[in-house]
């Protein structure tokens, strides 16, 4: 029993159909697949290889044969029954490798990793990663209703690494390929993210004002804010993606806390200095003074330390929380870290420089 090759529309309708849902005849490209909810049945091929337990190693040897359509030998091939419920699977090397006498039923596997064609593609994503599987069969109450194959498989991770990239630049995701998206689009997937960053970042104009004495007796001090806030915000923008993609991965969890901001902090503390002695050479190259180039080194310290801890920190608490950590990215961290830095280097300010007054 073979099953032809069909698109992946033809996909979702056969999902559709099992799941007793209105079936959706609108054509569709790929981009419609990178909205968040996206499932398995966007997926899903129809295009397999089916056996009975019945059959003999060697009619299924000679059916391989006669289906394989292209260059591409498939992992498994499907035991089925006749209303199609999955019995088992067959790997066709343990298929090339038997007997001719056998029968599929010796040889065949009845413990198998399969999805359901409603789960989400970031679930689906995670267990997958972590499989080294190239094939999964899509169940539905125990019937085969289609696989994920290679090429498939290789999909849906791009779309879901697509996906995490779009959000971790705080934009949501398109629809359509970026040269067919009008303006308007844009502007609207763009504006209400930028507009949350704005409100975020007006807390940063508070700080100032909180702290315009001290900037008018120091004006000095200003020269400095655009690198310590970005040099925060850039130390933030590397742990945060490093730590998505390991979350991503199932590398580390919310029960990793702890050594994650061992490493992190002791790798801060390394880069603190580093970037503390750069401050402090790049003030005394402007002439600036003792007091102000020792406030600047001290806040590059400090604020690479802060960075590092809330960029370990809140990317595993959302997630436990079961928030995207992709949403919590580099935009929304260096918002955070600009407030908070600039608090860091007026506290900083106001004790050495009245230590030199």
Do not use: C
Not at 212 to 229: M, Q, Y
Request: charged residues 15%.
């Amino acid at each position: 029993m073979t099953f032809n090759t069909q698109n992946k529309m033809d996909a979702v309708l056969v999902a559709d159909a099992s799941l007793n849902t209105p079936q959706n005849n609108s054509t569709q490209d790929q981009y419609h697949r990178l909205k968040d909810d996206a499932t398995v049945s966007a997926y899903m091929s129809q295009s397999y290889i089916a056996v009975s337990v019945a059959d003999s190693v060697e009619n299924v040897k000679n059916q391989l044969v006669n289906d394989l359509k292209d260059e591409l030998i498939p992992t498994y091939l499907y035991v089925v029954d006749k209303d199609n419920y999955l019995n088992g699977i067959l790997p066709v090397k343990s298929l090339l490798t038997a007997t001719n006498d056998l029968f599929v039923s010796d040889v065949m596997r009845q413990t198998f990793f399969s999805v359901s064609p409603e789960q989400n593609r970031h679930d689906v994503y995670q267990l997958i990663s972590h499989s080294g599987l190239d094939s999964v069969p899509v169940m539905h109450f125990g019937k085969l209703v289609g696989v994920l194959r290679p090429q498939d498989i290789a999909e849906l991770i791009e779309d879901e690494n697509t996906l995490d990239a779009q959000m971790q630049g705080a934009t949501s995701p398109l629809e359509q390929p970026y040269l067919e998206t009008s303006p308007v689009t844009l502007w609207r997937k763009r504006v209400v993210w930028l507009l949350m960053l704005f409100v975020a970042e007006a807390y940063t104009s508070t700080v100032l004002h909180a702290f315009e004495d001290r900037l008018e007796a120091a004006i000095s001090l200003a020269f400095f804010i655009p690198l310590l806030i970005g040099t925060g915000g850039n130390s933030g923008t590397q742990i945060t993606s490093t730590l998505v993609r390991a979350m991503a991965l199932g590398e580390v969890s919310l029960r990793n806390v702890w050594s994650v901001l061992r490493k992190e902090i002791t790798t801060s503390i390394m880069v603190a200095l580093t970037m503390g002695i750069a401050g402090f050479v790049r003030a005394w190259f402007l002439g600036v003074g003792m007091e102000v180039m020792i406030v600047v080194g001290l806040t590059l310290i400090s604020i690479t330390v802060w960075s590092a801890i809330v960029s370990s920190v809140i990317p595993m608490v959302l997630k436990r929380l079961g928030i995207d950590p992709a949403v919590v990215s580099a935009p929304f961290i260096a918002t955070l870290i600009d407030g908070t830095g600039l608090i860091i280097y007026f506290e900083i300010a106001s004790h050495v420089m009245s230590e030199f007054a």
